[in-house]
């Protein structure tokens, strides 16, 4: 997902009841409004008839199962050597397995032999304890070596390993890029269609005096943007109603999180070691380690909980930050050069929830509508695709992405993308949680008749923006845009723009 610029971080001094007013406003807002849908959203019953088991990717699937991987990964549309990659690291998870055996095979000899040397010492039988003696030493110095193969393999399947993207749910569309994406509902505001004046939203915004590209082109350079004013004002009311929305509505817990991260974080959420052109490096270690500014919040967000076995009745979790990101756009030359749609820095509300597995596919639809209330709260058109094979991203499992309607550009532009990640991230990181016991009945159970504590089992993990703030202004500025050059402030953001209705053009 590729995200505007932020204006200003700080969030906006709002008094309690005003703040109050706007969230009690959001869902009397939404209640208004009018829902054209293409389809109906799920009851829990219908969903838990959808879900269909996606097994985990592990080195022991592609071993056993090397055809589902494949299969996958060609709907994905992958390269050929990431096919070819799955014939070794096959390989190399039965080399792995030999080598274990043989490590044991030798710590087994050294085991069964050293309780005989020290017998045969208070015997007296020197001769025979020396034998055993260079027995012992030769098996200690085979295990020795074994277990630097078996280090050497591990290190060779885990990177291949890492570099395989998510297996894909059944539902997912097969396509090669986002004209094959798939539709599931559209929606528009009760109102209708506004006035359009056919601008883009940096014409509006320069109209009103709130963008300055000349400013942030001479102290930064391409694919950043400075906010003034008003404009700047509005960005910030945006954040601000996104976070009180979904953490006085939806139940999210607001984090503020580092945006420096180690190289370890972004390899438990997937966009390392594959995707390291697209991030900005920092030249020096930080702690120790390499350090990246993060590209979205999901990152620290996910990783805080990294290492852990949770209780299963401590879930859902669900956290929500606001951050700035930054992404080099390595691959995106020349493309959406103009405007704030695409830049190196931006301001993102990030949800995330962590889960237990059977509970995954409820939890993305309650985060995926957590992003529309959004949007809907704003009046803003928006569509709801699911992304195909060919354009969903390398940790999801299922996504589906929010497109609001601009038109200035006349175009569907994407504003957040929810995606389950099921259990791969949770495996990269080792996170996972306990299942709650079940009640004794007489099988599992230890001596004594207690029923033995279940294994921990990897939790899934959810995401999504909610929402991307830049992206958020570019849809009202083009949205609320009136044919005297001004916009109309959207109902639920005026408490945060001290009562401010309408943003006049900046004088001559």
């Not at 995707?275 to 390499?290: C, M, T, Y």
Request: net charge neutral; aromatic share 4%; charged share 25%.
């Amino acid at each position: 997902m590729r995200l505007p610029a932020l204006g200003v971080m700080l969030l906006a001094p709002l008094a309690a009841g005003a703040r109050a007013a706007a969230v009690r406003a959001a869902p009397r807002a939404t209640a208004r409004l009018a829902r054209h849908r293409a389809g109906t959203m799920s009851t829990a019953a219908q969903l838990r008839q959808q879900q269909q088991a996606v097994p985990s990717l592990d080195a022991k699937l592609v071993s056993d199962s090397p055809d589902v991987v494949a299969e996958s990964l060609r709907r994905r549309r992958a390269p050929a050597e990431q096919l070819r990659a799955l014939e070794t690291i096959g390989e190399l998870q039965r080399r792995y397995a030999q080598l274990s055996f043989e490590v044991s095979s030798q710590l087994g000899v050294r085991k069964q032999l050293s309780p005989q040397i020290g017998a045969l010492l208070k015997q007296g039988n020197e001769a025979e304890a020396e034998v055993l003696k260079e027995q012992v030493a030769a098996a200690s110095a085979e295990a020795k070596r074994l277990e630097e193969l078996l280090a050497a393999v591990e290190l060779e399947r885990a990177a291949l390993l890492d570099a395989l993207p998510n297996l894909l749910d059944p539902r997912v569309p097969d396509g090669a890029d986002d004209t094959d994406n798939e539709l599931v509902s559209q929606w528009q505001p009760a109102a209708g269609v506004r006035p359009e004046t056919g601008d883009w939203h940096d014409e509006i915004a320069t109209r009103l005096g709130g963008l300055d590209v000349d400013g942030a082109a001479k102290i930064s350079g391409a694919r950043f943007s400075v906010l003034r004013g008003p404009i700047a004002r509005l960005e910030r009311a945006l954040a601000n109603f996104f976070l009180d929305l979904h953490t006085g509505q939806h139940g999210y817990t607001e984090m503020a999180v580092p945006v420096i991260v180690g190289r370890g974080a972004l390899e438990g959420t997937g966009q390392l070691p594959k995707f390291e052109d697209d991030l900005f490096k920092l030249s020096a270690p930080v702690n120790g380690r390499d350090a990246f500014l993060i590209p979205t919040a999901e990152v620290p967000l996910t990783n805080l909980l990294a290492g852990e076995i949770l209780p299963e009745a401590s879930l859902p979790l669900a956290f929500v930050a606001l951050t700035p990101c930054f992404r080099a756009e390595a691959g995106s030359y020349g493309r959406d050069t103009r405007g704030l749609i695409r830049q190196h820095q931006f301001a993102k509300v990030e949800l995330v929830r962590i889960t237990a597995a059977h509970d995954s596919d409820a939890q993305h639809e309650a985060l995926t509508r957590h992003a529309e209330a959004c949007l809907e709260a704003l009046e803003l058109p928006y569509r709801r695709m699911r992304l195909c094979s060919g354009d969903i991203g390398f940790s999801a499992r299922h996504c589906y992405d929010l497109e609001v309607w601009l038109p200035g550009q006349g175009a569907w532009r994407e504003i957040s993308s929810c995606s389950n990640c099921g259990d791969f991230q949770a495996r990269r990181m080792a996170l996972r949680y306990r299942p709650a016991a079940a009640a004794p009945d007489g099988d599992g159970q230890k001596k004594g008749g207690k029923a033995a504590a279940p294994k921990p089992t990897l939790c899934h993990t959810i995401n999504g923006s909610g929402l991307a703030v830049g992206r958020a202004l570019v849809a009202v500025l083009e949205n609320y845009a009136q044919p005297d050059g001004s916009v109309i402030v959207p109902e639920v953001l005026r408490p945060y723009m001290g009562g401010l209705a309408r943003i006049e053009p900046a004088a001559a």
